[in-house]
């Protein structure tokens, strides 16, 4: 997805090589996963000549949103707490980012 906000369109063939410029992947597997991401609906797609070129279907904001909801649903049954724990506990969110969040919570009130 990261690949395609950035070009706001891509083939599996670009997505590919820039992916291929990082490690070493399939193409198969590249092109599963659009497929996986259109038929979720994160992506839309249609035919330029012998290739199809992918899209946003959504706002950036907006599938991050509906990505971080399914998972909060699966792993943690739709609760954002014990994904939050574990943020903090793991030292995985930074401090200027937990101020960040505390002032955003501040300012809910």
Do not use: C
């Not at 249609?46 to 998972?71: L, N, S």
């Not at 994904?83 to 009130?109: A, T």
Request: aromatic content about 8%.
């Amino acid at each position: 997805m990261k690949l395609v906000w950035q070009r706001d369109s891509a083939t599996v063939r670009d997505v590919y090589e820039a992916l291929l410029g990082r490690r070493k992947i399939a193409y198969t597997t590249v092109m599963t996963m659009m497929k996986i991401l259109e038929t979720k609906g994160y992506l839309k797609k249609r035919r330029q000549e012998r290739a199809f070129v992918y899209r946003p279907a959504h706002p950036k904001e907006k599938v991050i949103g509906k990505m971080i909801r399914e998972f909060m649903d699966r792993v943690f049954n739709g609760s954002a707490e014990p994904l939050l724990v574990h943020l903090v506990r793991g030292k995985h969110i930074r401090e200027r980012d937990l101020e960040k969040v505390r002032r955003m919570l501040e300012e809910s009130k």
